[in-house]
């Protein structure tokens, strides 16, 4: 069945005020469609930035926060490569705090210093670093807020205002440059890391982690897994011994368990937008350490258990949890094709819905990839990440369904006759939006972007 851009929004909410998406929304605003709507709406052309850094329509203006290489403030070393998922913290007197992820893994360009009492595995060099800013935007303080993970990709917000880092590997002691075992969560406290360390959630699961989101009434974390290989993801939640107990609060433990939709082995195989199924179960996870063999590998009794192929972005909005699986090809072993999918669970109805999914009959081709991290923009609308081929932008999307291009890179990876661009990643905005902060992945760069946003 296949959908406009309009209908699409339409089933999200994203027309309303429903749906509160931050995070990676991968593939489901590209192509044809997007590439013809460019110009239209938004703030007007983007206007070339002489300094060759990033260009930006005319009355809007940036700032560098951070930058790959460069010395940190804190003394700790330099400001580790690979900038990717990221979120914004309100603070005191008007300042903002920003945590950011680092998606290094072995051999990095600059890893994530090890730091005393905040690093996991000396072997590791992912991790996240912590900004503090002022109302101005002006860094106070850059320093390390976990050290020695591997991968550190997406994540999500706690109720309780820290932030749950996820590393998408699982990498076992022995492997690699490794010490310990990864493929945890970690939490992160983004006003004072010491308070939090590196202490692995172990209960949360071990596996390739991608995001999570938070039910802010009952405490369930909802959890995502992007594996490379077939049997592909598992969608989980974790019922958490202390529900809504605050920082430090999920190392008390907790059950994992995995969605299993009767009758449904892949979700790609779904290709009809409202699908509904009653009465889906969540089984418990035979190991969620995954000692000797990964999760989505496991016995879950005759009846197996769902999965699905990239499993992505994972938002709560209203009373239910939004989950996303990007793409599936039959190529790579998935049960059917499609360009994207979004799912909606109501915990409340036990019920699973399809919002939407794009296919190859869609009247929205979407290509290999494109889009990665989403956030919602003060108009009401949203801003995307393009993670793909040629020049990279922040695209914004108005509620009317008209895509613009807000921010284009124009740092050159490559060479002037095989040009590259960095990717850009972790989009959000400040507590009272006057801000959008985004990063380069590649020159890792932090940007902060004002302007007239409301207008």
Request: proline share 8%; with cysteine.
């Amino acid at each position: 069945m296949s959908a406009t851009r309009r209908q699409i929004l339409a089933r999200t909410g994203v027309l309303g005020a429903g749906i509160a998406f931050a995070g990676s929304l991968s593939e489901i605003f590209a192509g044809t469609a997007t590439a013809q709507s460019m110009g239209q709406g938004g703030y007007g052309p983007l206007v070339p930035d002489p300094d060759g850094l990033l260009d930006l329509p005319e009355g809007f203006r940036y700032k560098v926060l951070s930058r790959e290489g460069d010395p940190l403030p804190s003394g700790e070393g330099k400001v580790p490569s690979n900038c990717d998922g990221m979120s914004a913290f309100p603070g005191r007197g008007g300042r903002r705090h920003l945590v950011r992820n680092h998606e290094n893994r072995t051999a990095s360009r600059s890893p994530v210093p090890r730091v005393r009492d905040l690093t996991y595995d000396p072997g590791g060099e992912g991790g996240c670093t912590a900004l503090e800013l002022d109302a101005d935007d002006n860094v106070r303080s850059e320093r390390v807020a976990i050290a020695g993970t591997s991968t550190n990709c997406a994540g999500g917000h706690t109720p309780w205002n820290t932030w749950l880092t996820c590393e998408e590997t699982e990498f076992r002691a022995g492997e690699e440059n490794y010490t310990k075992d990864h493929g945890f969560i970690f939490e992160v406290d983004p006003y004072d890391p010491r308070r939090t360390g590196a202490v692995p959630l172990t209960a949360m699961g071990r596996f390739q982690h991608e995001a999570i989101a938070v039910d802010p009434g009952t405490g369930t974390v909802y959890e995502t897994e992007d594996a490379f290989q077939k049997p592909f993801g598992l969608f989980y939640r974790f019922l958490p011994a202390k529900p809504l107990g605050g920082r430090g609060s999920l190392r008390a433990g907790g059950r994992l368990q995995a969605l299993r939709v009767p009758g449904v082995p892949d979700l790609s195989t779904v290709q009809q937008p409202g699908a509904t199924f009653d009465h889906v179960t969540w089984v418990d996870v035979p190991d969620p350490l995954a000692r000797r063999t990964p999760i989505r590998f496991q016995d879950f009794g005759p009846e197996g258990i769902t999965h699905a192929q990239k499993l992505e972005g994972c938002y709560w909005g209203g009373s239910c949890v939004y989950f996303i699986s990007s793409f599936a090809h039959s190529k790579d072993g998935s049960a059917a094709d499609h360009y994207g999918q979004v799912w909606k669970y109501d915990p409340k109805r036990r019920r699973l819905t399809q919002v939407v999914v794009f296919g190859p009959d869609s009247d929205l081709q979407l290509p290999g990839e494109s889009p990665d991290n989403i956030c919602l923009a003060p108009n009401g609308g949203l801003m995307v990440c393009e993670d793909g081929e040629g020049a990279q932008h922040v695209y914004g999307l108005t509620r009317r369904g008209e895509v613009y291009a807000m921010a284009r890179g124009r740092q050159n990876i490559g060479t002037p006759e095989e040009p590259e661009w960095g990717e850009f990643a972790g989009v959000t905005f400040s507590p009272d939006h006057g801000t959008m902060y985004v990063n380069c992945y590649t020159p890792g760069t932090t940007f902060a972007v004002t302007g007239p946003w409301r207008h």
